[in-house]
């Protein structure tokens, strides 16, 4: 059996891994995010939300060399994610951006939060390089998580993670976004996979089931907040 840390701390964000749970995860490249911004981003006395806030609007100003805008260093990222769904986590909700990649999942019981991080960095690192004939490091050492409360704030995230690429001007409608969920579910607050299997929330919740047998959220919500 999978032993679950819990609340714990690399030295630089705190983390939670605990089965069951619902995660928002964002990772980023090493390049994306000038080391002077960051640190005053990870650094301030603001509370969590504010902090997480900083550092998303700076991903969004693309330092570096986003080499995820590469189709092919893109694909590997998404190959990556849906080769472990069903194993150690269930994925809910992706997008690969030209400097992160966020990621709603349900870690399960026999998944450690950490490790399928670092097996996403370390698995997608070699593949990336060897595409590109890069070297060096590809992504930064540590990723924010933040665990999902209830139904309404997972389709919240939901919401925001299928919006990104609009929000970033990549494209007019998120499901046009080739490297994540978006295009695949029957509408952005739709999960890839139905959330709470694990038992902890009704399995209905607020979703319904579509005429291809999806299911998608009762619930739209108009002002996304993540």
């Keep these: 059996m999978t032993e679950h840390k819990g609340w714990y701390s690399r030295g630089y964000l705190p983390h939670r891994?605990?089965?069951?749970?619902?995660?928002?995860?964002?990772?980023?490249?090493?390049?994306?995010?000038?080391?002077?911004?960051?640190?005053?981003?990870?650094e301030s006395k603001a509370e969590d939300s504010v902090r997480r806030a900083r550092v998303h609007r700076l991903l969004y100003q693309g330092w570096g060399g986003c080499v995820l805008s590469d189709p092919r260093a893109a694909t590997i990222v998404d190959?990556?994610?849906?080769y472990g769904d069903g194993h150690k986590y269930s994925l809910l909700a992706w997008v690969v951006m030209p400097t992160h990649v966020q990621v709603l999942m349900e870690l399960v019981e026999a998944g450690s939060l950490p490790r399928i991080v670092q097996a996403w960095k370390g698995l997608t690192a070699k593949r990336i390089n060897a595409a590109l004939a890069r070297t060096g490091t590809l992504w930064y050492r540590d990723y924010c998580d933040r665990y999902i409360r209830d139904e309404r704030h997972l389709?919240?995230?939901?919401?925001?993670?299928?919006?990104?690429?609009?929000?970033?001007?990549?494209?007019?409608r998120a499901e046009d976004?080739?490297?994540?969920?978006?295009?695949?579910?029957?509408?952005?607050?739709?999960?890839?996979?139905?959330p709470y299997a694990h038992g902890k929330a009704d399995p209905q919740g607020p979703w319904e089931r579509t005429p291809t047998g999806r299911r998608r959220s009762r619930v739209m919500l108009a002002a996304p907040r993540f």
């Design 17 to 42: 891994d605990e089965a069951g749970l619902v995660q928002a995860i964002t990772f980023h490249l090493a390049d994306s995010l000038p080391l002077s911004l960051l640190g005053s981003a990870q």
């Design 79 to 82: 190959d990556a994610l849906l």
């Design 155 to 172: 389709g919240n995230a939901t919401l925001y993670v299928h919006g990104n690429p609009v929000r970033a001007g990549l494209v007019e």
């Design 177 to 194: 976004w080739r490297f994540g969920s978006a295009r695949l579910v029957e509408a952005l607050d739709a999960t890839y996979h139905v």
